[in-house]
């Protein structure tokens, strides 16, 4: 299975089954509620490039505390930890000490990166890293994430480094497309597919991710604002069209694109968004419709921790991205009874987040529970089965 597929697997929470089994079982006196089996560590919030779709963006230049490493590696211990933003995790203080620090954790975690690309630090930490996925932008109003346009160039370059170094286990590239992008996004995905094969980099250790941006709503306010901002945000359907016969093109010039695109990469995504993700898109943030039921528990928040530099500690990033700590489980140094209270809360669903229309883990909660339900469970080969991201 090419990573592509195994990393957009929600099954991949069903490894977690047997602990999330226990502790649903001891939800009100769990010994220790702070431990998760996966964790998103935001490291800073300092950032060297200005995205204007960014959710996170202008909340400062605060860095995580140093000794509040061994608090995560001791009391939380995850399995998986995702480096993300927050800010640019690679601005992070001694960068390549801190990713050694991590992975020499008593649970030996996996560890994945998710970087903007502008800079590459020193060190062996690339050999620690399951994979690394690098953001790429395209050029819009004459600026590169908010930068000088010759920013794009020199991430370009750096992945093409990224792509020759041996000791980094799995590649990725994720491309944004929104409203006025759509069609560069393939332009851009050519010139990576180019420079792989100039490369010594294998095409089963190279992805590229199609994501659609959106907009940051709070479901306790919906306005027609935020309503129309997203309809505005998210590509027109002509525009998606013009994407997908772009991309034909380039196919049939060179049928190796095609095979590239559709073996290590999720094009079908867009392909699908066009056909009728957009609608449900932009219902998603309509005022006027009304909110689904709240889902009867959420299992996820039982395994899945998200922590922001300031050390707070959340459920979700649905949630997380507000940024506001009365949503929080709690803070990194707060007890244990503080945490049981609150994930008991998101355990019930008691939060305006916790329902099919915000969730961004309801897939995740409807497999686990169908296993709980039934005992069945899809097959899954090797490679899902020892990937502890989900």
């Known amino acids: 299975m090419h990573y592509i597929k195994q990393c957009l697997e929600p099954g991949r929470i069903l490894n977690y089954i047997d602990r999330i089994s226990y502790k649903r079982k001891r939800i009100s006196n769990d010994l220790n509620p702070k431990q998760a089996g996966m964790i998103e560590l935001q490291l800073t919030d300092q950032c060297n490039l200005n995205c204007f779709h960014c ?5 400062g230049d605060q860095f995580f505390e140093e000794e509040w490493i061994d608090l995560v590696l001791n009391e939380i211990s995850p399995k998986a930890i995702s480096l993300a933003g927050g800010g640019e995790p690679t601005l992070y203080p001694d960068f390549n000490k801190t990713i050694c620090r991590l992975k020499n954790g008593d649970s030996n975690p996996q560890i994945g990166l998710i970087t903007n690309g502008v800079f590459i630090p020193e060190g062996e930490w690339p050999g620690l890293l399951s994979w690394l996925r690098v953001s790429l932008y395209s050029v819009t109003n004459h600026l590169y ?3 000088d346009p010759a920013f794009q160039q020199k991430v370009i370059s750096n992945i093409e480094t990224y792509m020759n170094m041996d000791q980094l286990n799995m590649l990725g590239v994720s491309l944004l497309y929104y409203h006025g992008n759509a069609v560069d996004c ?3 995905s050519y010139i990576l597919y180019k420079l792989l094969k100039t490369s010594k980099r294998q095409i089963d250790r190279f992805n590229i991710q199609f994501k659609r941006a959106f907009v940051l709503s709070d479901p306790e306010h919906l306005n027609e604002s935020v309503y129309h901002e997203n309809r505005n945000f998210i590509p027109g359907e002509q525009e998606l069209l013009k994407a997908i016969q772009y991309k034909e093109q380039l196919c049939l010039k060179d049928p190796g694109f095609d095979l590239f695109l559709s073996q290590c990469a999720n094009f079908e995504q867009m392909e699908d968004f066009a056909r009728n993700g957009r609608e449900r898109a932009i219902a998603q943030l309509n005022p006027d419709r009304l909110p689904p039921q709240n889902f009867a528990n959420c299992f996820v928040v039982l395994e899945n921790r998200l922590i922001t530099p300031d050390g707070y500690v959340y459920s979700c990033p649905s949630i997380a991205e507000n940024r506001k700590p009365q949503f ?3 803070h990194i140094l707060d007890q244990n009874s503080e945490y049981t209270k609150n994930i008991l809360k998101y355990y019930n669903c008691n939060s305006a ?5 915000f969730c961004r883990h309801s ?3 409807q497999l686990v529970q169908q296993y709980l339900d039934t005992g069945r469970a899809c097959t899954y080969g090797r490679e899902i089965l020892e990937d502890n991201f989900f």
Do not use: D, M, S, Y
């Not at 959710?55 to 909340?59: G, L, N, P, S």
């Open 55 to 59: 959710h996170f963006r202008e909340k």
């Open 145 to 147: 994430a908010g930068r």
């Open 186 to 188: 393939i332009r851009l």
């Open 328 to 330: 929080a489980l709690g």
């Open 353 to 357: 987040w916790c329902n099919i229309r």
């Open 363 to 365: 897939q995740h909660n």
